[in-house]
T-cell receptor, first 114, second 113 residues
Framework: EPEVTQTPSHQVTQMGQEVILRCVPI?????FYWYRQILGQKVEFLVSFYNNEISEKSEIFDDQFSVERPDGSNFTLKIRSTKLEDSAMYFC????????????FGPGTRLTVL | KNQVEQSPQSLIILEGKNCTLQ??????????LRWYKQDTGRGPVSLTI?????NTKSNGRYTATLDADTKQSSLHITASQLSDSASYICVVTTLGGGFKTIFGAGTRLFVKA
C-alpha cells in the first residue's frame, strides 16, 4: 500500500537555525497538510496546500513557517529561525481529492530545538 | 469556539472486552468527523470518516456512531486485542471560513492480557 514518507525521522537543531522538513506524498494525491504534536499534547493543524498554494493555515503558521513543493514530488515545511517551543513531532498528511477522502499521515519528524 | 472534547482521558480494559470512547464537539458548521488510531511515536491512522448524513460506520472491530443533532460521536471497539493499545483521536472538520480541522486530545486505551 502506498505510504507517505518523511525525512529526517529526527532533527536536532540549535535555536535560531533554519530547518527544512521533507515529505513525499502518495503519488496521485492532490491535497497536502502539515500538523505538529508537542509531546503529550494534541495534534494541531498548521497548513494545507493545494494546487501549489496554501489553502488554509492556522494561527500557529506565522511568518517563520513556509511550505513549498519544489520539484512536484517533495512537499517541504521550512522553519526559518527555530525557537525552543518549535520542538515537536511534525506530521505530513496527504489525501486524494474529496473532503471525505482519507488523510494518510506520514511517520513524522521529531524536531528537537536546543 | 470550535472544540472537540473526548472522554475518558484514559481507559484500561482486559483483552477480549469491548469498550466505547466518546467525542463531543461544538464545531459548526460541520463537514465531517473522523476517528484515528495513533500508536506512540507514530502518525495517526484513519479508522472511520462520517459526514452529516451518516449515523454509523464500521471498520472491522471498530464501529463509529454520529449524532449530528447532539453533536456527539462514539467509537466502539469489539473484542479488544493487545494491539488496540493506542490513542484514539476524534477529529472534526468545519466548513466555516474554509475547511478547518480540530483535533480532540484523544483517549489513551490500554488493553491488558
Amino acid at each position: 500500500e502506498p505510504e507517505v514518507t518523511q525525512t529526517p525521522s529526527h532533527q536536532v537543531t540549535q535555536m535560531g537555525q533554519e530547518v527544512i522538513l521533507r515529505c513525499v506524498p502518495i503519488s496521485n494525491h492532490l491535497y497536502f497538510y502539515w500538523y505538529r504534536q508537542i509531546l503529550g499534547q494534541k495534534v494541531e493543524f498548521l497548513v494545507s496546500f493545494y494546487n501549489n498554494e496554501i489553502s488554509e493555515k492556522s494561527e500557529i503558521f506565522d511568518d517563520q513557517f513556509s511550505v513549498e513543493r519544489p520539484d512536484g514530488s517533495n512537499f517541504t515545511l521550512k522553519i526559518r529561525s527555530t525557537k525552543l517551543e518549535d520542538s515537536a513531532m511534525y506530521f505530513c498528511a496527504t489525501r486524494l481529492a474529496g473532503i471525505t477522502d482519507t488523510q494518510y499521515f506520514g511517520p513524522g519528524t521529531r524536531l528537537t530545538v536546543l | 469556539k470550535n472544540q472537540v472534547e473526548q472522554s475518558p482521558q484514559s481507559l484500561i480494559i482486559l483483552e477480549g472486552k469491548n469498550c466505547t470512547l466518546q467525542c463531543n464537539y461544538t464545531v459548526s458548521p460541520f463537514s465531517n468527523l473522523r476517528w484515528y488510531k495513533q500508536d506512540t511515536g507514530r502518525g495517526p491512522v484513519s479508522l472511520t470518516i462520517m459526514t452529516f448524513s451518516e449515523n454509523t460506520k464500521s471498520n472491522g472491530r471498530y464501529t463509529a456512531t454520529l449524532d449530528a443533532d447532539t453533536k456527539q460521536s462514539s467509537l466502539h471497539i469489539t473484542a479488544s486485542q493487545l494491539s488496540d493499545s493506542a490513542s484514539y483521536i476524534c477529529v472534526v472538520t468545519t466548513l466555516g471560513g474554509g475547511f478547518k480541522t480540530i483535533f480532540g486530545a484523544g483517549t489513551r486505551l490500554f488493553v491488558k492480557a
